[in-house]
């Protein structure tokens, strides 16, 4: 029976994982992916527009 408590955790481990992955998958795309592309862009172009400016002197 040693084996079988040894077993238990790695498995239900696993199995949590995959459900996560799954999950992860079944989420990309659908109705909300042009509203999560929008929210990217305009992330990516708040960053870029801050490094692109000027920093004053002293600081």
Partial sequence: ????S???P???MA???????????K???GPNKAKEDAAVD???ARAE???QAPRPEGV
Avoid: H, K, R, T
């Fill in 49 to 51: 527009s801050a490094e």
């Fill in 15 to 25: 199995a949590f994982f995959i459900a996560l992955v799954m999950v992860i998958i």
């Fill in 42 to 44: 305009a992330a990516l």
């Fill in 1 to 4: 029976m040693d084996y079988v």
């Fill in 6 to 8: 040894a077993l238990v």
């Fill in 27 to 29: 989420s990309q795309g």
């Fill in 10 to 12: 790695p498995v239900v």
